[in-house]
C-alpha cells in the first residue's frame, strides 16, 4: 500500500510546474525575456509547436515587456490653493472633488484588483496541476500570470499613491475649515432659488416632450420619435447640470456649518445633497456621492462622532451599514493567490462554529432516542455518537477552507490515494461498519431478539456493535458475527414483529388406537399440566394433527405456541412436552409401539418333506 501511495506522489509531481518567478522579477527581467524570446523563436524555427501556440507566446511576451516597462505618473493637488483666503471655499470644494475622483479610482483599482486576483488563482492552478498532453500552453500560462503579477503590483503601488495624496488632502481641508471663521455666502442662496425655478422649467419641458414621444410611439412615426428623444436627453442633461450646481452651493453651506460647528444644520443640509444624488446618474454623480461621502467624515473629525451619530436620520444610518459592508469586504491579505476579507473569515468561522454545534445536537440527539435500545452497550452508542460528530465537523471544515478560497487540490491527491488505499486494505471494515449503522437504524436485528443464521447458529442478540454483533446461544456460548453477514445472507428473527412460535412435537401409537382418545387424551393433560405455552389464545390453540400412518405406528404431531423468550432452550421446551406425551399414554394405556420388522423364510419343498418340517414364520 505505501508503494501504491507512493506512485501516485511521484507521479503527481513529474506533472506539476511551479511558477516561473524570473518573469516579474524586476532585478533580471529584461535579460530573461531575451532569453523567452530566443526560446519562442527557436520552437517556431524546429515547429515543435502550433503556430497559434507561438503567436500567442509572442503577444503575451510583448504584453509583459509593455507592462514590466510601465512607469507610474499621478497628478497631485496643488495644496497651495488651500492657504488664500480669496475663493477659499471655491478652492475647498475643488479639492474636495480631486478627493472623490480618487476615492471613485481607488473603487475601480480595487475592482480590477479582484479580477486580476481571481485570473491568477485561475492560473496558478493550471500550472501547478499542468497534465502532459497541455505542457505545450505551460509558457502561455507563465507569461499571462507574469503579466497579471506585473499589473498587480503596478496596482497596489498606485493604490498606495491614492491613499497617500487623499490623506494629505483631507487634513488640508480640515485645518483649513477648522482655521477659517466664516464663508462669505450671501448670493448662495438666491442662486440656488434660480436653479431650482429653471429646474422646474427643464421638467415641464421634459414631460411635455415625454408626452408627445408616447404619441409618436403609438402613431410609428421613427423621424420625430428620435429627435424627441434627442431634446429629453438634452433636457436631462440640463437638469443635471443644474443638479451639480445645486450640490456645490449646498456644500458651500455645509462648509459654513461646520465651521461653526452646528450639526443640526449639517445634517439638514447633508440629507438634502443625498436626496438630491438619489436622482442623479453617471460617473460624475458617483464622484459626488464619493465627495459627499467625504464631506460627513470630515465632519466626524470637526463635529465629533458622538453628535453625528446621535442626530443622525434613517439614511446616515444607512450609510454606516454600506461603511461597514464595505470594511468586511475589503482584502486583508492574500494567501495562495486568493483575496481573504474580513467577511469571509467570519463566515469561515461561522460555518465551523455551527458544525461544532450541530455536531453536539447531534450527540445529544443519539443520547436521546437511546431509549429506545435500552439493551444497546454505552460502548456501541458512544461511537455511533462520536463518529457522527467528528464526521459533522470534518464536513464543515472541509466547507470553511473552501468558502475561504483555499486550494484544495493538494489535499484532495492526498486523500484520493488514501481513500484507494483504505479501499483495498480496510474493504471488510468499512463494510461492517456501514451494515452497523444500517442495523442500528433499520432495527431488524434488535438486542434481545431470537435470530437464526443457520443450522447449527441460534440465539440472542446479546450487542450490537458499530463493527460486530454479538450472539449468546442456547448454549451460552457468546459468538461474534461480522455486521455485513446479517446484510449479505438470510437471517430468521424469531421475534421481529411477534415474540410467539409454534412447534411441532411428533409421537406415535399402535395400530388400532382411536384417534379421539388420543387427541382427548394429550390435549387434556396438557391443559392440566403447568408446563408454559399460549392459553386461551384464539388462533393460537393446543392441537393434535395425524402426520403419518408407518409401517409400526400412526404418527400424530402435537402443534403449541410458546413465547420465544419465556426459554432460551428450545430443546428443553420440547423435551417437557414430550414428557407429558409419554405419562398421558402411559397412564391411560395407550400403546406406544415398537418399531417392527416381520421377517418371513421360506424354504424349498423338496428339503421340506425330506426333513419332515413345516414352514415357520419367524415374529
Same mark, same amino acid.
Given at each position: 500500500?505505501?508503494?501504491?501511495?507512493?506512485?501516485?506522489?511521484?507521479?503527481?509531481?513529474?506533472?506539476?510546474?511551479?511558477?516561473?518567478?524570473?518573469?516579474?522579477?524586476?532585478?533580471?527581467?529584461?535579460?530573461?525575456?531575451?532569453?523567452?524570446?530566443?526560446?519562442?523563436?527557436?520552437?517556431?524555427?524546429?515547429?515543435?509547436?502550433?503556430?497559434?501556440?507561438?503567436?500567442?507566446?509572442?503577444?503575451?511576451?510583448?504584453?509583459?515587456?509593455?507592462?514590466?516597462?510601465?512607469?507610474?505618473?499621478? @497628478?497631485?493637488?496643488?495644496?497651495?490653493?488651500?492657504?488664500?483666503?480669496?475663493?477659499?471655499?471655491?478652492?475647498?470644494?475643488?479639492?474636495?472633488?480631486?478627493?472623490?475622483?480618487?476615492?471613485?479610482?481607488?473603487?475601480?483599482?480595487?475592482?480590477?484588483?479582484?479580477?486580476?486576483?481571481?485570473?491568477?488563482?485561475?492560473?496558478?492552478?493550471?500550472?501547478?496541476?499542468?497534465?502532459?498532453?497541455? $505542457?505545450?500552453?505551460?509558457?502561455?500560462?507563465?507569461?499571462?500570470?507574469?503579466?497579471?503579477?506585473?499589473?498587480?503590483?503596478?496596482?497596489?503601488?498606485?493604490?498606495?499613491?491614492?491613499?497617500?495624496?487623499?490623506?494629505?488632502?483631507?487634513?488640508?481641508?480640515?485645518?483649513?475649515?477648522?482655521?477659517?471663521? @466664516?464663508?462669505?455666502?450671501?448670493?448662495?442662496?438666491?442662486?440656488?432659488?434660480?436653479?431650482?425655478?429653471?429646474?422646474?422649467?427643464?421638467?415641464?419641458?421634459?414631460?411635455?416632450?415625454?408626452?408627445?414621444?408616447?404619441?409618436?410611439?403609438?402613431?410609428?412615426? @421613427?423621424?420625430?420619435?428620435?429627435?424627441?428623444?434627442?431634446?429629453?436627453?438634452?433636457?436631462?442633461?440640463?437638469?443635471?447640470?443644474?443638479?451639480?450646481?445645486?450640490?456645490?452651493?449646498?456644500?458651500?453651506?455645509?462648509?459654513?456649518?461646520?465651521?461653526?460647528?452646528?450639526?443640526?444644520?449639517? /445634517?439638514?443640509?447633508?440629507?438634502?445633497?443625498?436626496?438630491?444624488?438619489?436622482?442623479?446618474?453617471?460617473?460624475?454623480?458617483?464622484?459626488?456621492?464619493?465627495?459627499?461621502?467625504?464631506?460627513?467624515?470630515?465632519?466626524? $473629525?470637526?463635529?465629533?462622532?458622538?453628535?453625528?451619530?446621535?442626530?443622525?436620520?434613517?439614511?446616515?444610518?444607512?450609510?454606516?451599514?454600506?461603511?461597514?459592508?464595505?470594511?468586511?469586504?475589503?482584502?486583508?491579505?492574500?494567501?495562495?493567490?486568493?483575496?481573504?476579507?474580513?467577511?469571509?473569515?467570519?463566515?469561515?468561522?461561522?460555518?465551523?462554529?455551527?458544525?461544532?454545534?450541530?455536531?453536539?445536537?447531534?450527540?445529544?440527539?443519539?443520547?436521546?432516542?437511546?431509549?429506545?435500545?435500552?439493551?444497546?452497550?454505552?460502548?456501541?452508542?458512544?461511537?455511533?455518537?462520536?463518529?457522527?460528530?467528528?464526521?459533522?465537523?470534518?464536513?464543515?471544515?472541509?466547507?470553511?477552507?473552501?468558502?475561504?478560497?483555499?486550494?484544495?487540490?493538494?489535499?484532495?491527491?492526498?486523500?484520493?490515494?488514501?481513500?484507494?488505499?483504505?479501499?483495498?486494505?480496510?474493504?471488510?471494515?468499512?463494510?461492517?461498519?456501514?451494515?452497523?449503522?444500517? /442495523?442500528?437504524?433499520?432495527?431488524?436485528?434488535?438486542?434481545?431478539?431470537?435470530?437464526?443464521?443457520?443450522?447449527?447458529?441460534?440465539?440472542?442478540?446479546?450487542?450490537?456493535?458499530?463493527?460486530?454483533?454479538?450472539?449468546?446461544?442456547?448454549?451460552?456460548?457468546?459468538?461474534?458475527?461480522?455486521?455485513?453477514?446479517?446484510?449479505?445472507?438470510?437471517?430468521?428473527?424469531?421475534?421481529?414483529?411477534?415474540?410467539?412460535?409454534?412447534?411441532?412435537?411428533?409421537?406415535?401409537?399402535?395400530?388400532?388406537?382411536?384417534?379421539?382418545?388420543?387427541?382427548?387424551?394429550?390435549?387434556?393433560?396438557?391443559?392440566?399440566?403447568?408446563?408454559?405455552?399460549?392459553?386461551?389464545?384464539?388462533?393460537?390453540?393446543?392441537?393434535?394433527?395425524?402426520?403419518?400412518?408407518?409401517?409400526?405406528?400412526?404418527?400424530?404431531?402435537?402443534?403449541?405456541?410458546?413465547?420465544?423468550? @419465556?426459554?432460551?432452550?428450545?430443546?428443553?421446551?420440547?423435551?417437557?412436552?414430550?414428557?407429558?406425551?409419554?405419562?398421558?399414554?402411559?397412564?391411560?394405556?395407550?400403546?406406544?409401539?415398537?418399531?417392527?420388522?416381520?421377517?418371513?423364510?421360506?424354504?424349498?419343498?423338496?428339503?421340506?418333506?425330506?426333513?419332515?418340517?413345516?414352514?415357520?414364520?419367524?415374529?
Amino acid at each position: 500500500m505505501k508503494y501504491f501511495i507512493l506512485f501516485i506522489f511521484i507521479l503527481s509531481i513529474s506533472f506539476s510546474a511551479e511558477i516561473d518567478i524570473k518573469l516579474f522579477d524586476n532585478n533580471q527581467n529584461k535579460s530573461y525575456f531575451a532569453e523567452i524570446e530566443q526560446q519562442i523563436l527557436e520552437a517556431q524555427k524546429s515547429k515543435s509547436k502550433n503556430i497559434e501556440i507561438i503567436n500567442a507566446e509572442k503577444a503575451h511576451l510583448k504584453r509583459l515587456e509593455e507592462a514590466s516597462s510601465q512607469k507610474m505618473s499621478f @497628478d497631485e493637488f496643488d495644496l497651495n490653493l488651500l492657504s488664500h483666503e480669496n475663493n477659499l471655499a471655491d478652492s475647498i470644494l475643488k479639492a474636495l472633488f480631486y478627493v472623490s475622483e480618487i476615492e471613485v479610482k481607488i473603487k475601480k483599482q480595487n475592482d480590477i484588483l479582484r479580477d486580476i486576483q481571481n485570473k491568477l488563482s485561475v492560473l496558478k492552478k493550471r500550472i501547478e496541476n499542468i497534465v502532459e498532453n497541455d $505542457k505545450e500552453f505551460l509558457l502561455s500560462y507563465q507569461l499571462q500570470y507574469a503579466y497579471y503579477r506585473v499589473q498587480k503590483s503596478h496596482i497596489e503601488t498606485r493604490l498606495g499613491l491614492f491613499s497617500f495624496n487623499k490623506k494629505k488632502v483631507v487634513n488640508s481641508i480640515s485645518d483649513s475649515l477648522k482655521n477659517k471663521i @466664516d464663508f462669505s455666502l450671501d448670493k448662495v442662496d438666491n442662486e440656488i432659488t434660480k436653479i431650482d425655478e429653471n429646474s422646474k422649467k427643464l421638467i415641464q419641458q421634459k414631460t411635455g416632450y415625454e408626452i408627445e414621444l408616447e404619441k409618436e410611439i403609438i402613431n410609428e412615426n @421613427d423621424k420625430n420619435k428620435e429627435t424627441l428623444e434627442k431634446e429629453i436627453k438634452k433636457l436631462e442633461k440640463l437638469l443635471q447640470d443644474g443638479f451639480f450646481q445645486k450640490i456645490d452651493l449646498l456644500n458651500k453651506k455645509i462648509l459654513n456649518t461646520l465651521i461653526d460647528k452646528n450639526g443640526k444644520e449639517y /445634517l439638514k443640509l447633508y440629507e438634502r445633497v443625498n436626496t438630491i444624488l438619489l436622482n442623479l446618474n453617471g460617473e460624475l454623480a458617483e464622484i459626488y456621492s464619493e465627495q459627499n461621502i467625504l464631506i460627513r467624515e470630515i465632519a466626524k $473629525k470637526i463635529l465629533g462622532n458622538t453628535k453625528i451619530f446621535i442626530n443622525t436620520s434613517l439614511f446616515e444610518s444607512k450609510s454606516y451599514i454600506e461603511q461597514f459592508k464595505k470594511y468586511f469586504s475589503s482584502t486583508l491579505f492574500v494567501f495562495n493567490e486568493q483575496a481573504i476579507t474580513l467577511l469571509s473569515i467570519l463566515k469561515a468561522l461561522f460555518l465551523i462554529t455551527a458544525g461544532f454545534l450541530f455536531g453536539v445536537f447531534y450527540k445529544r440527539w443519539i443520547y436521546k432516542i437511546s431509549s429506545k435500545w435500552p439493551n444497546m452497550s454505552q460502548m456501541s452508542l458512544k461511537l455511533t455518537a462520536n463518529v457522527g460528530y467528528y464526521l459533522i465537523v470534518f464536513i464543515t471544515i472541509m466547507i470553511a477552507m473552501s468558502s475561504l478560497g483555499i486550494d484544495m487540490s493538494s489535499i484532495s491527491l492526498i486523500a484520493g490515494a488514501l481513500s484507494i488505499g483504505i479501499g483495498f486494505g480496510l474493504q471488510t471494515v468499512v463494510s461492517n461498519f456501514i451494515a452497523g449503522i444500517i /442495523l442500528m437504524f433499520e432495527r431488524t436485528i434488535r438486542i434481545g431478539d431470537i435470530i437464526e443464521i443457520s443450522d447449527v447458529l441460534k440465539g440472542t442478540v446479546a450487542d450490537i456493535r458499530i463493527r460486530s454483533t454479538t450472539i449468546k446461544t442456547f448454549d451460552n456460548i457468546d459468538i461474534v458475527i461480522p455486521n455485513s453477514s446479517f446484510i449479505q445472507n438470510n437471517v430468521i428473527n424469531w421475534t421481529l414483529d411477534d415474540a410467539t412460535r409454534r412447534i411441532h412435537i411428533s409421537f406415535g401409537v399402535a395400530y388400532g388406537t382411536k384417534i379421539e382418545k388420543v387427541k382427548e387424551v394429550i390435549l387434556s393433560e396438557l391443559k392440566n399440566s403447568d408446563l408454559t405455552f399460549l392459553r386461551n389464545v384464539k388462533d393460537k390453540e393446543p392441537e393434535i394433527r395425524l402426520e403419518n400412518m408407518n409401517t409400526s405406528s400412526v404418527d400424530f404431531e402435537l402443534l403449541v405456541w410458546v413465547k420465544a423468550n @419465556d426459554k432460551f432452550k428450545p430443546n428443553s421446551l420440547k423435551s417437557d412436552f414430550m414428557i407429558l406425551i409419554y405419562n398421558a399414554l402411559y397412564k391411560h394405556n395407550i400403546e406406544i409401539p415398537f418399531p417392527q420388522l416381520d421377517l418371513h423364510v421360506k424354504k424349498d419343498l423338496k428339503k421340506e418333506n425330506d426333513s419332515g418340517r413345516d414352514t415357520s414364520t419367524i415374529l
